[in-house]
């Protein structure tokens, strides 16, 4: 069988990113299927290039979190016009998967299946447009009509839906009742990503790290206000943030201005350099901004976390919360409340035993539901027409959480 792959911000293990797509496609070519992928890259011109196995026909579209929202919509669009052309020549199609964000990577996929007659599966990693209308982005009220009709037909139409969290599934099967809609949740590098002893490596601090994006999503104010109040109430507590994003500059310049000196800005790298700051870390710390929208996402740096083993930490209510309570690795608290932060991980820094017990139930829930091994092997049983994806009973749970 012979797969179009799409995705607009496919990354190789060499860069910095999500790398979902990668582990996705290249299990499927190990696994017999061939595979063509269409990405855009901020070049000057197209380039087709072969990651083992995987033929990654990349776009010259410019994008960069720094855009804004009108921005980032034309470069959605000059994507999937350019890669439309693309696709429309490409012979001996069986399958499109086309992975969301943006939403407008569906309706590429939509007009490939009227113009060629080729099924389309459909992941979706985040909620477009609610999202940016719970956020405020988009008030247009007839746009609002208009891209909630795009994500609905786009739903309807496609031969499967994959999720990658059960707050997302719940969202998706209230706006088209009665379809199917699976879970495939991020995925943990449990051989890449192992635990290490930080806390014995720093002799005494205690470093917690973020990395990732520093968007208005991310709402990375939270962390600055907790590492504050550490430095008068957990001195031995330190903070790393290796980050890109539009709000970056401004997040650096607000740290330097309340004078927390606790709290170091690293450039954002690799897969390796996110591997050397958690092998440098005790805590990995998960952010995101006061909507409920927010709360069904499936960040990266969770699952790398967990199989690092690390702490985790987030400051958000959903399905990650759950997963954290039932599995006990670390802490949720209220970020209108920051004094809950110092609470909940003073417990952890009095009690050594508590801390690498839920370091080390980070890693066993990452070897057993997260790790990149059992994700293909749900995608292969999708693509095999079964219907149970789960790998075992107790992994229900997480997924219907």
């Known amino acids: ?34 595979v063509e992928m269409i990405t855009g890259y901020n070049g000057t011109k197209p380039l087709n290039e072969n990651i083992d196995g995987i033929t990654v026909h990349y776009l010259p579209v410019y994008y960069d979190n720094h855009l804004g929202f009108f921005q980032r919509v034309i470069s959605f669009l000059k994507f ?59 008030r247009n009220p007839v746009i609002k009509l208009l891209v909630y009709q795009l994500e609905r037909k786009i739903y309807q139409e496609s031969e499967k839906i994959i999720a990658l969290s059960s707050g997302i599934r719940n969202y998706i099967e209230k706006i088209v009742p ?63 943030i290796m980050a890109y994003g539009s709000e970056l500059k401004r997040l650096q310049h607000l740290a330097v201005q309340t004078s927390i000196d606790n709290l170091k800005f690293i450039p954002y790298g690799s897969k390796v350099d996110v591997k050397a700051l ?20 499936s960040p990266n740096k969770f699952f790398d976390g967990l199989a690092a083993g690390k702490l985790m930490i987030i400051n958000f209510e959903g399905w990650l919360k759950d997963i954290i309570e039932a599995h006990q690795c670390g802490f949720t608290y209220n970020p209108e409340y920051p004094e809950e932060f110092i609470e909940q991980l ?19 829930i990452a070897e057993k539901y997260y790790s990149k091994e059992l994700q293909i092997k749900k995608l292969l049983k999708l693509l095999n027409n079964e219907h149970h994806l789960s790998i075992s009973d107790s992994e229900v749970y997480i997924l219907t959480a």
């Open 1 to 34: 069988m012979k797969i179009l792959y799409i995705h607009q911000y496919f990354k190789s293990p060499t860069e910095g990113g999500s790398t979902r797509s990668y582990y996705l496609a290249k299990g499927l070519v190990d696994n017999g299927y061939e």
């Open 80 to 138: 999937i016009y350019k890669a439309n052309k693309l696709a429309l020549r490409i012979q001996g199609i069986d399958l499109v998967y086309a992975m969301t964000t943006p939403l407008t990577v569906g309706l590429l996929a939509l007009n490939i299946k009227r113009k060629r007659k080729i099924p389309f599966y459909l992941e979706v990693g985040d909620l477009w447009p609610e999202a940016p209308v719970q956020m405020g982005i988009i």
């Open 178 to 240: 009665g379809k199917k809609v699976y879970v495939i949740p991020n995925m943990s590098d449990v051989d890449f990503f192992k635990p290490s002893d930080s806390t014995r490596e720093h002799l005494g601090k205690f470093v917690i790290s973020y990395f990732g994006a520093a968007g208005k999503a991310n709402h990375l104010e939270y962390l600055l206000e907790v590492a504050s109040l550490c430095q008068n109430h957990l001195p031995q507590v330190y903070f790393r």
């Open 278 to 297: 958690l092998h440098a870390s005790d805590a990995v710390y998960v952010s995101f901004a006061n909507y409920d929208v927010l709360n069904t996402g």
């Open 346 to 364: 003073s417990l952890f820094l009095s009690d050594k035993e508590l801390l690498i017990k839920s370091q080390n139930n980070s890693r066993d």
